[in-house]
């Protein structure tokens, strides 16, 4: 029997995340949703208003035999912009911040060492929030597998192909 661990973090539209870290071995499942915030199953269209206090996350369940809490929160902060607040790109307002949301002290310590060990990777502090996770609210079916399924959309064109590829190019050796 796999020993599976879960993750919940966002950086930006949470189209962007799942695209990269889909592709990582050891990863089981993944689903985009909600998560941060102080409104009950809020619907799509309410979090883009930027009111219900809730980030674009994605909750990946992972096998930790095969890809490290430690390594999937790496990739995650080399694969957005952790050093700008409520802001990925074009996309802005604070559900696109960088967050990361620890499931136990444990998920927390790694999350910031992790931070010190990039902080030298990038000019400007990192500002990716870290906070406790209370509640994930998964995001509506058209939200699943994003990219996979709309890799012709100009959005998945011009914003997820250039990361997917950043990822191909620096950690080939992890990817499905």
Request: net charge negative.
């Amino acid at each position: 029997m796999e020993n599976l661990s879960v993750a919940t973090f966002g950086g930006g539209c949470f189209w962007c995340i799942e695209a990269v870290i889909q592709r990582l071995k050891g990863v089981k499942s993944l689903k985009s949703g909600y998560s941060g915030g102080f409104i009950k199953n809020p619907p799509y269209r309410e979090v883009c208003t930027g009111r219900t206090g809730h980030a674009e996350v994605i909750q990946v369940t992972f096998d930790p035999d095969i890809i490290s809490y430690h390594d999937l929160i790496f990739i995650f902060m080399t694969s957005n912009d952790p050093t700008t607040l409520n802001q990925q790109g074009a996309d802005v307002g604070t559900q696109y911040r960088s967050i990361i949301l620890y499931h136990d002290l444990e998920q927390k310590a790694i999350a910031e060492q992790v931070f010190n060990e990039v902080q030298p990777l990038f000019a400007t502090k990192i500002v990716t929030e870290l906070k406790s996770f209370e509640v994930f609210y998964e995001a509506e079916e058209d939200h699943q597998n994003y990219y996979n399924n709309n890799q012709d959309a100009r959005y998945c064109q011009i914003v997820i192909d250039p990361k997917v590829q950043k990822l191909k190019k620096m950690y080939a050796d992890r990817l499905i």
